[in-house]
């Protein structure tokens, strides 16, 4: 079983998820499924462990060094930190994937990017297959998190009952297949509230796209809002699940509890490899050590939060035991 900060689900499998309802999006709408696709897969990368209350917890770190923000975050493991190739770090993405990617920036960190950074500052909007990966992010943490909450007993059926989208097709599921036993209700119910939620964004999408004809990217571009989206009556039910969620699982006792414990550790990680170098492994330590020694203390503390960043909800437990637990001397 996951540490009960991933919940049932991981950074991967969210990712996959992502993936396919956002090549199914791509298609529907003759978009260009492989960008849409490669966005998507890349969109998590600088994730840190424990999700939000990660990020957080690193950017509280990083506050006197630039900050942290995961979606810059995943641009500089795609731009620099991944290493495959003898002329050059990074992954060579093309600009529209790594725009891609940059779902949402500060002003600040928008204007030390360039051009990748521009749209930020002017007000301009990213792709259509951007867009695609966009929503698609949010129907599938939405969805997962519903069916991740039953299974965590953080939220009840019968509270879901009130939100529109979840309790129309659980109405449609018994209907269907009465007496059917509650694992199985819950799979089937949310596999129905994606399905309802992605036909209607095509259709709407569809329609505003074949309403403004953009002559070219820069149309969409320039566009005043994005061009794929909801129509108003879906877009009500899906802010009302946010809503709910928002209310009654990200702010249930259990995962505060969880949020304050992620954020300890991750500090803690952050202020003892701070303070010495020595402990960290040997190829991340002697990288750290070249930052330091050309960009000072912000090099120094950047490098540490691409180490924590790239840890998984287990690997950051046990790198905080090894360091601070009495029974851990290895």
């Known amino acids: 079983m996951n540490h009960e900060g991933d919940m049932f689900r991981t950074r991967l499998t969210h990712t996959l998820e992502v993936a396919q309802i956002s090549r199914t999006i791509a298609r ?22 424990f999700g939000h209350a990660g990020q957080d917890a690193l950017n509280d770190c990083m506050r006197a060094y630039g900050g942290f923000e995961h979606n810059v975050q995943s641009l500089r493991v795609v731009d620099l930190l991944e290493e495959r190739y003898a002329q ?33 500052v002017v ?4 792709s259509l297959e951007a867009q695609v990966a966009n929503i698609a992010d ?12 039953l299974r965590a007993g953080l939220i009840t059926l019968k509270e879901l009952d009130g939100i529109s989208l979840f309790r129309r097709q659980r109405l449609e599921v018994e209907k269907e297949w009465p007496g059917i036993g509650e ?42 809002c994005a061009y794929i989206g909801f129509g108003h009556d879906l877009l009500m039910e899906h802010r009302e699940l946010k809503t709910f969620l928002m209310r009654h699982l990200y702010r249930h006792y259990r995962v505060r509890r969880m949020s304050v414990k992620a954020g300890r550790i991750l500090a803690s990680l952050f202020e003892a490899f701070m303070n010495d170098l ?47 637990s009495v029974t851990h001397l290895t």
């Open 183 to 224: 694992r199985r209700l819950i799979h089937e119910v949310i596999r129905r509230m994606i399905n309802q939620q992605v036909v209607a964004l095509i259709e709407h999408s569809r329609g505003v796209i074949a309403s403004v004809s953009p002559s070219d990217i820069d149309a969409v571009r320039r566009a005043p």
């Open 138 to 149: 949010e129907i599938a943490y939405n969805n997962h998190d519903v069916d991740d909450g």
């Open 28 to 49: 529907a709408l003759l978009l260009n499924e492989d960008l849409t696709e490669a966005i998507a897969l890349a969109h998590d990368l600088g994730h840190t462990p």
């Open 88 to 120: 050059f770090p990074g992954l060579n993405l093309a600009y529209e994937t790594r725009e891609g990617i940059l779902k949402h920036c500060s002003l600040e960190l928008a204007r030390q990017l360039g051009a990748l950074g521009q749209r930020f």
């Open 123 to 126: 007000g301009h909007q990213p």
């Open 278 to 324: 020595e402990m960290l492994p040997h190829e991340t330590g002697q990288r750290i050590t070249e930052l330091d020694r050309k960009q000072g203390q912000i090099g120094r503390a950047r490098g540490i939060a691409d180490y924590i960043a790239g840890m998984t909800d287990r690997y950051a437990i046990l790198e905080f035991e090894r360091i601070f």
